[in-house]
């Protein structure tokens, strides 16, 4: 390419022919496909007129894992029987620190889900401003109906493969859906034991053993500081503000929390059951009976309504049809479709903070662009989680524990860092921030520096 300005329908036709060769390559990926074309839409535009990022193949080599490890995971029931599960760990990019990123344990986890969580880490990781790679791994594992035991026998099987390949400066796991505070624990234990090493190889660990003060807080407190530092851009605040927020774990719980402690007022919360809906705003009380619900008792949304007389139980839907002023997707990908997206504008929705990973469908993510509502995408508003474990790295390497209002404060300037790295790439000429491409572009830049650094590895 030369070194003049590309028009823009040349650079369309770049973007055309590179996606047809990503969907070649991968085929049967849609969710793999789905987040390469998110990232591409930005950063084609942003390159067309810096040619070394084409002579070197750089968005090419990002759409390659450096690495994917593919296993058997074998355990034993409590009734004795042998059951088999596939294990995966994506080591999508070393380039700038360490292969980072969580483990999730669902029935389904295949490798389309984790190169595109693997890709996204790596843009988030980025973001955070500390040296992490991007990673991702799990198994496609239900832990739902499973004891203690049958839970901890799988970790330990999944670990037994996996620790020859991870390290505190090789590749450092934590948490996702399925994989919490016990899961850690019982892989944390178990690659101790076969290595006879303690040292932090995996984040989202229990404070007695390593873990960081915040940790279990930072992706959903994260994602509500994200919130309001859009709105604040936009001249609004998020006091008095009605707030949708779906999923019901840690991610969710800890976003509605924030939300409350920040004056505004949550109205929802859902599981793969369906949601519940408090049109008087869930209050800390119901925030903690939910939160010992999924995490501890390990039982349905729906109990919810059993439990409390204000709130309502919606089987099987998602609570993009409530009116509220701002919309928080915590659960999964592709939790928010066109139609919803549509429902949501028409209500009024300002704002929509992307706390799961990829939750919003391309039509969504278009619709929301179109009618002018800000639009917080996953790597940005989610990324205070694995910036935390990013600081629990530092306080293993440092064998050291900060206390809890250092590492508060750190969340909330790391927070404010990454939504002003959006706003610099992101500005456009009068309307709203272009968020997503304000991400995109402020995750790629460092990576594909480091990549040009290198030369061709
Ligand atoms: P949890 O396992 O704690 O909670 C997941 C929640 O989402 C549960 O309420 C679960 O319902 C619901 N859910 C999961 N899969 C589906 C599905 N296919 N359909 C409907 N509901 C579903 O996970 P987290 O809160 O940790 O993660 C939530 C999201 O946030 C994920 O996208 C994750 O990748 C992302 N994330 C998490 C981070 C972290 O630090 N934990 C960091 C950054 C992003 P049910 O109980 O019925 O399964
Ligand atoms: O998607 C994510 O960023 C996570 N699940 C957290 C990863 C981490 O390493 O803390």
Sequence with gaps: MSKSAVSDSKCAEYMERYMEGV?????????????????????????????????????ERMAEPERVIYFRVPWTDDAGNVRTNRGFRVQFSSAIGPYKGGIRFHPSVNLSILKFLGYEQTFKNSLTGLPMGGAKGGAN???????????????????????????EDTDVP????????????????????????FVGVLTGKGLEFGGSQMRTEATGYGAIFFLRNMLKQHSDTIEGKRILISGAGNVATHA??????????????????????????????????VKELKG??????????????????????????????CAVPSATQNEINGEEAAALIKNGVK????????????????????????????KAVNAGGVGVSGLEMSQNS???????????????????????????????????????????????????????????V
């Design 23 to 59: 969907t070649k390559r991968n085929p049967g990926e849609p969710e793999f496909h789905q987040a390469v074309y998110e990232v591409a839409s930005s950063i084609f535009p942003y390159i067309k007129d810096k040619p070394a990022y084409h002579k070197n193949q750089i968005l």
């Design 141 to 167: 594992f239900n832990p739902k109906g499973k004891s203690d035991n049958e839970v901890m026998r799988f970790c330990q099987s999944f670990i037994t493969e996996l620790y020859r390949h991870i390290g």
């Design 174 to 197: 934590a948490g996702d859906i399925g994989v919490g505070g016990r899961e850690i624990g019982y892989m944390f234990g178990q690659y101790k034991r076969i290595t006879n090493r």
């Design 256 to 289: 509605a929390e924030k939300v409350l402690q920040l004056g505004g007022t949550p109205l929802t919360l859902s599981d793969s059951g369906g949601f519940i809906h408090c049109s008087d705003g869930l209050t800390q009380e119901q925030i903690d009976w």
């Design 296 to 325: 501890v008792r390990r039982g349905r949304i729906s109990e919810a309504a059993e439990e409390f007389s204000n709130i309502t139980f919606h089987e099987k839907g998602r609570p993009w049809g409530v009116e509220g002023d």
């Design 351 to 378: 704002a929509v903070a992307e706390a799961a990973n990829m939750p919003c469908e391309q039509a969504a993510v278009d619709a929301f662009t179109e009618a002018g509502v800000l639009f917080g995408p996953a």
């Design 398 to 456: 440092g064998r050291i524990s900060w206390a809890p209002e250092r590492l508060r404060e750190l969340l909330e300037n790391m927070m404010r860092d990454i939504h002003d790295s959006c706003v610099q790439y992101g500005k456009t000429d009068g309307g709203p921030t272009n968020y997503l491409a304000g991400a995109n572009i402020a995750g790629f830049v460092k990576v594909a520096d480091a990549m040009l650094s290198y030369g061709h």
